[in-house]
């Protein structure tokens, strides 16, 4: 079993910034994948982002230039930089974890299905 807590979530007005955390505690030895995926209101949840075991990351093509996802595998955390924030960012974040695969971002947005959730953490952008 692997446990997700995610922070850092909050209100923020368009063009800002938020660094969401991930802290996974369990069997954090298995090399999982780690990543983040959101849900807005009345939309499908979607994948954002991930960094493989090896340090790979990958962005969903909606986020890219604009978060960064990164890990610190000595404290079993991974992040999510949020910039130049949108109204359309507003969602639940959640963070996940799952089978590890060295591949692309099609592969992580359309395939890739994570074993173990978080609670979710929301993020509100205001216009």
């Known amino acids: 079993q692997v446990q997700l807590v995610e922070s850092g979530g909050g209100l923020v007005q368009a063009g800002g910034s938020l660094r969401l955390s991930c802290a996974a505690s369990?069997?954090?030895?298995?090399?999982?994948?780690m990543g983040w995926f959101r849900q807005a209101p009345g939309k499908e949840r979607e994948f954002v982002g991930a960094i493989t075991w090896s340090g790979s990351p990958v962005s969903a093509d909606s986020v890219k230039g604009r978060f960064t996802i990164s890990g610190d595998n000595a404290k079993n955390t991974v992040y999510l930089q949020m910039n130049k924030l949108k109204p359309e960012d507003t969602a639940v974040y959640y963070c996940?974890?799952?089978?590890?695969?060295?591949?692309?971002?099609?592969?992580?947005?359309?395939?890739?299905?994570?074993?173990?959730w978080g609670q979710g953490t929301q993020v509100t952008v205001s216009s």
């Open positions: 996940a974890a799952g089978p590890n695969e060295e591949r692309g971002s099609y592969y992580y947005t359309h395939y890739w299905q994570p074993d173990y």
């Open positions: 369990g069997r954090t030895f298995t090399t999982y994948t």
